[in-house]
T-cell receptor, first 114, second 114 residues
Framework: DVKVTQSSRYLVKRTGEKVFLECVQDMDHENMFWYRQDPGLGLRLIYFSYDVKMKEKGDIPEGYSVSREKKERFSLILESASTNQTSMYLC?????????????FGSGTRLTVV | AQSVSQHNHHVILSEAASLELGCNYSYGGTVNLFWYVQYPGQHLQLLLKYFSGDPLVKGIKGFEAEFIKSKFSFNLRKPSVQWSDTAEYFCAVNSYNQGGKLIFGQGTELSVKP
């Protein structure tokens, strides 16, 4: 089975800090995605990547950036954390271009910004 | 804007009751459709998916969904729910026009009373 691992399950950061959320997948998938999950809003796409050093904005990229230096690793960066970025962050990967066969999700990182 | 809508935010049922969760999408063209489930404290798991062919799709744990193209709908059904079905359910759509992004609905929380 594909495994998507997110480095932290819970994080607490201060307003203004630079925050790195790490995601690693072990099945050589080309596609990787970052979502945030909020009650009543479902999952919203922040950024995604179809290849190394490639990135595209999702629906809510403001306040975030990403890095994909290696195929297996996709990092989400909060340049200056704010309280409205308190959320559950989910990383996902998929094998087929266009994600036709679904996505595999990590367990999530619950980030609290104080 | 293109979107995915789930009609029910919170559904409460007794065991053995029948379940139907609504999902509508607004994309044109070819789409792939998914239902994901998130049990309390666990990561998202694929319940079932539709790509083409028979519009009635069967998934795991007795769930099924019907794709009705004319109604842009992909409703999830189960004839008899169990307490263990208590979870949050997400409908998602992948459109070729959207470059393979997976777009989610707001989610429906299902509570099954024993």
């Amino acid at each position: 089975d594909v495994k998507v691992t997110q480095s932290s399950r819970y994080l607490v950061k201060r307003t203004g800090e630079k925050v790195f959320l790490e995601c690693v997948q072990d099945m050589d998938h080309e596609n990787m995605f970052w979502y945030r999950q909020d009650p009543g809003l479902g999952l919203r796409l922040i950024y995604f990547s179809y290849d190394v050093k490639m990135k595209e904005k999702g629906d809510i990229p403001e306040g975030y950036s990403v890095s994909r230096e290696k195929k297996e690793r996709f990092s989400l960066i909060l340049e200056s954390a704010s309280t409205n970025q308190t959320s559950m962050y989910l990383c996902a990967s998929s094998q087929v271009p266009q994600g036709n066969y679904g996505y595999t999700f990590g367990s999530g990182t619950r980030l609290t910004v104080v | 804007a293109q979107s995915v809508s789930q009609h029910n935010h919170h559904v409460i049922l007794s065991e053995a009751a029948s379940l139907e969760l609504g999902c509508n999408y607004s994309y044109g063209g070819t789409v792939n459709l998914f239902w994901y489930v998130q049990y309390p404290g666990q990561h998202l798991q694929l319940l079932l998916k539709y790509f083409s062919g028979d519009p009635l799709v069967k998934g795991i744990k007795g769930f099924e969904a019907e794709f009705i193209k004319s109604k842009f709908s992909f409703n999830l059904r189960k004839p008899s729910v169990q307490w263990s079905d208590t979870a949050e359910y997400f409908c998602a759509v992948n459109s070729y026009n959207q470059g393979g992004k997976l777009i989610f609905g707001q989610g429906t929380e299902l509570s099954v009373k024993p």
